[in-house]
């Protein structure tokens, strides 16, 4: 099957979709295939299954059932059961209630991603830092990174005086185009990439009635944030709301990661605005300088 296309000329994607096609869907090994330079992995359905229940319980609102898996990931019921009990045996799930068996995530995952933290230098660099800028503004800081066209939260640091309620936490993921720090990295990409990453979803949802909708009123948002050293999240995603955001960046000048200062929408004024604006860029601009970036500004 392959001989019947050029080498020369292969779409890698179409090679994959053959490979899909020659092995079958049933086998639960790994295969490995090189032809033309190029290595195809056949996933282990087993392996991806699992994570995905994980993937599912991590942005789950509640505990959930056996059934429920199983037909959100649609999953066969019988492997879905083997799957849940042998991630209960390793301790990474348990149960919420076990008469009405339903499943959550256990503390080991907690502890195994904050493992994965602490091993992280952005996160050991970022974290006095975060600190500083919570005590100092007496509001919620966030740290956050790109992912598939979403920010996921890494890190959240808050003084207990704080009067922010917000739902953001670590772990969890958001659209790109309507939180503060999604923003800030969007600005420092290319406006091919700012267009790569709006199709990836569908960005037309009005979380509030400030969400950016279109990508031209994004591209215009960004241009101001340029200019302004730091972007904004005006109501964007949760109502009341506001916040400030800066990019972090390292050696290779690219944008690894974004910070934000989160506040209730009412407690902003112009001044404080262009005060915790300027406390941003400062905090992000020193975290880069200690991960190798060499610049003096951010944009």
Same mark, same amino acid.
């Given at each position: 099957?392959?001989?019947?296309?050029?080498?020369?000329y292969i779409d890698k994607k179409l090679v994959y979709?053959?490979?899909?096609?020659?092995y079958s869907e049933s086998s639960s090994q790994m295969r490995i295939c090189v032809w033309g330079g190029i290595t195809i992995l056949k996933i282990n359905k087993s392996a991806a299954r699992a994570i995905d229940i994980l993937t599912l319980l991590v942005n789950s609102s509640k505990a959930l059932t056996q059934l429920e898996i199983s037909e959100v990931l649609d999953i066969p019921r019988s492997s879905t059961f083997e799957l849940i009990y042998t %991630?209960?045996?390793?301790?990474?799930?348990?149960?919420?209630?076990?008469?009405?068996k339903t499943f959550k995530l256990s503390i080991k995952m907690f502890e195994m991603g904050s493992a994965v933290l602490k091993n992280m230098d952005l996160y050991q660099v970022s974290r006095p830092f975060l600190e500083k800028l919570s005590k100092e503004t007496n509001e919620t800081v966030f740290m956050g990174c790109e992912n598939q066209g979403e920010v996921v939260y890494l890190?959240?640091?808050?003084?207990?005086?704080t009067s922010i309620t917000t739902a953001a936490g670590i772990g969890m993921r958001r659209p790109i185009h309507c939180t503060g720090f999604g923003k800030a990295l969007l600005a420092t990409y290319s406006d091919a990439k700012v267009r790569e990453v709006w199709d990836r979803y569908d960005r037309t949802e009005a979380?509030?009635?400030?969400?950016?909708?279109?990508?031209?009123? %994004?591209?215009?948002?960004?241009k101001v944030t340029r200019q302004r050293g730091f972007a904004i999240d005006n109501r964007e995603r949760e109502d009341e709301i506001f916040c400030v955001a800066a990019p972090i960046y390292d050696r290779t000048d690219t944008a690894v990661a974004?910070?934000?200062?989160?506040a209730i929408y009412l407690k902003m004024d112009e001044?404080?605005?262009?005060?915790f604006g300027n406390m941003i860029m400062d905090t992000a601009l020193q975290i880069s300088k200690k991960i190798g970036y060499q610049k003096n500004s951010l944009f």
């Open positions: 099957m392959l001989g019947e296309f050029n080498r020369n979709d053959i490979i899909k096609l020659r %991630l209960m045996d390793k301790g990474v799930i348990e149960f919420e209630n076990k008469e009405l890190d959240r640091v808050e003084k207990a005086a979380y509030t009635k400030t969400t950016i909708t279109t990508y031209d009123a %994004l591209v215009k948002d960004l974004a910070i934000s200062i989160a001044a404080k605005i262009t005060l």
